[in-house]
């Protein structure tokens, strides 16, 4: 359950606006007038020394001559009264305290950064919640409690509804509300956090789903502070059956440097953000209007099944732009029975196609019951969860009406996400007005359908385990990196598959280990000193003879020596043939344990093709995470090639996930490159790894 402050400031009794002005439209007077338009019935407490009345509410010179502890308090006051307001709220036993004044943490100035630590430290002593600074506010538009001054509720007139929405920028939070109610769909919650000195959005938005008339949630994310309570919201969310769409700035190193001057947060490396909202159910969209754009299919509680598309329409070329535009979109379009093709092919004109995509031509023209004669017999002839009704041009002579009666029926009949694409507006009407979505245009109706598809498979994945892995202990050192026969022994002793080796410390034992393993070899310099060999030529690869394996001996001891380093050689078989992947792992700060899976070798660094996974993740997760690569064809075959071993190489991932979180932060990072591939049931080898330890007492940076 909520804490009493959040419940408060979301559902108040009572609020109170410091520098609460006359003039609606300034900041101080804003909420005054909201919060009577708008329908709060709790009491109101303009705070203003010079006035007797505020908008026609009695007001009072400060927070102590109020008859009670408001609720909620809002500061509107210029920067430099604050401090002093805040402390004032503090005293009086405020709940919860919105700041609106900026002028803060969004600054590099340390002096108001300063300002707004002290604020934060005032208020937790006196046990009271702070939102913002820098917030336009909070608005709950299923109670009345409208604390914001944002313009766009005048503007827009509100409508209670399903959707929340909440956003670390204030004019965040109310464009998507705009665009909501222009689709004619209403609004409960919108939200702004500011700077998140105290109140943070994931703990808004906790406190938010505990509201039963939410049934969408949509986040306009800058950072990401607290992993952890983002997590708790979306495992909540996910108890719900609310979806959770989000935008997370900060996808380009451009994007990221505006949202430190914006917020003055660090911004997180993005390729771990999509893990992250991967494994916890959020689908992440690239702008404020993808944020809004499936709204109406969430709020129909579609959850397709999978991505087949059907399309219907009256144009040959909205079906061939239809089909080129699913595509990328990883749509598929569904076959036909032959049956039902048949059937259909009796009904239309010669002219018209009766495959999918369906292109019924201008005959509806001549025929307006043909439309609901093709619905018809899709009925029950496809599994696929997806229909596009795709109508650029009707008008005149044309029986609309019935058009979208028999859309609404199919749709009611069948369950399935059926949508329009209408670029008429009084086309577009007729459809609405039956409860059908309708888009302007075929590509965002295709982005909406592939968007609730993708999401409803990420939902249907296992919630994540918090099951915690067995401890991985890491022997003691004050080395920064452990050496190679460490770092494989390591991994060997929880399960990786790791090359056989053999440490040498004499041309003689160099010898024996050749004489162990055969031709050929490699011999490798050994020293925890010494973390990456090949920079200092401290590598022989392909060694064919004894003689050349104890020359090689000789000549890496020679450099370790050099560089005044202590360390032995490694002898083991030179794995040939298969396929270069790599592994690794690193503990990232904010997320936690972070596994990485792609392509291999020298040229991993420039290839880049590589996916995430969040550690506890299972060989499916793998197998998902693979199919996303450049590289996926390989695990398949290719050119008469044999598969590789997906599975052996699922269950080292899902090994190394274990190591790096068991370690419990011992463990910095895994490197494992190359890992090689084999044909499937051949299993893989790893034939280099390197394990650094995190920094600590006793450990050398």
Known sequence: MTSRSLAAALAPTSVAIVGASDNPNKVGGRPLLYLSKFGFAGRIYPINPTRDQVQGFRSYPDLAALPEAPDLAIIATPGDLVAQA??????????????????????????????????????????????????????????????????????????????????????????????????????????????????????????????????????????????????????????????????????????????????????????????????????????????????????????????????????????????????????????????????????????????????????????????????????????????????????????????????????????????????????????????????????????????????????????????????????????????????????????????????CRTEADVRAAFMQFGAPVVVKACASAVPHKSEHGLVALNVTTAAAAAEAFARLTATLASLHVDGQVLVAPMIRGGHELMLGARVDPLFGPVVMIGAGGKYVEVFGDTALLLPPFTADDVRAAVARLRIAPFFRGVRGEAPLDLDRVADAAVALGAVIAGAQGQIASIDVNPVIARAAGEGVVIVDALVERAEGPGVSA
């Open 86 to 503: 805040v402390d004032d709220c503090a005293s009086r036993g405020v709940g919860v305290t919105i700041v609106m004044s900026s002028g803060y943490g969004e600054t590099s100035d340390p002096a108001a950064i300063a300002a707004e630590r002290a604020m934060v430290a005032r208020a937790r002593r006196a046990g009271m919640r702070l939102v913002g600074p820098n917030s336009q506010g909070l608005a709950n538009f299923g109670t009345g409690a409208v604390a914001s001054f944002s313009t766009m509720f005048l503007e827009v007139p509100p409508m209670d509804g399903p959707v929340a929405v909440i956003s670390q920028s204030g004019m965040m939070s109310v464009v998507p509300y705009g665009l909501l109610r222009a689709k004619g769909i209403g609004v409960r919650h919108s939200h702004a956090t500011g700077n998140e000195c105290d109140i943070s959005l994931p703990e808004l938005a906790a406190a938010v789903l505990e509201d039963p008339d939410v049934e969408l949630l949509l986040l306009y994310i800058e950072s990401i502070r607290d992993a952890g309570a983002l997590a708790r919201a979306a495992a909540l969310a996910r108890a719900r059956q609310v979806p959770i769409v989000a935008v997370k700035t900060g996808r380009t190193a451009r994007g990221q440097q505006a949202a430190r001057s914006h917020t003055a947060a660090l911004a997180n490396e993005d390729r771990v953000v999509d893990a992250f909202f991967r494994r916890h159910g959020i689908w992440r969209v690239d702008d404020i209007h993808d944020l809004v754009n499936a709204a109406e299919l969430y709020l129909k509680g579609w959850r397709p099944a999978n991505r087949e598309l059907v399309v219907v329409s009256n144009s040959g070329a909205s079906c061939v732009l239809a089909a080129d535009s699913s595509e990328p979109l990883a749509l598929s379009l569904a076959p036909l029975p032959d049956a039902t093709v048949a059937a259909m092919a009796a009904q239309l004109p010669s002219f018209a196609t009766a495959t999918n995509p369906i292109d019924i031509t201008a005959a509806l023209l001549n025929d307006s019951t043909l439309f609901g004669r093709i619905l018809a017999a899709l009925e029950t002839a496809t599994d696929a969860a997806l229909f596009l009704i795709a109508l650029p041009v009707v008008g005149v002579g044309y029986d609309v009406p019935l058009f979208a009666a028999d859309t609404a029926a199919f749709m009611r009949r069948t369950g399935k996400a059926v949508v329009v694409a209408a670029p008429q507006e009084n086309v577009a009407a007729l459809f609405r007005a039956e409860g059908v979505p309708v888009f302007g245009n075929q590509t965002e109706a295709l982005a909406a359908l592939a968007q609730i598809a993708g999401h409803a498979a990420l939902l249907r994945l296992p919630a994540p385990s918090s099951a915690l892995p067995p401890a991985v202990p890491v022997a003691p050192g004050q080395s920064r990196f452990l050496d190679e026969a460490d770092s494989l022994a390591l991994l060997q002793a929880h399960g990786l598959p790791t090359v056989p080796f053999r440490l």
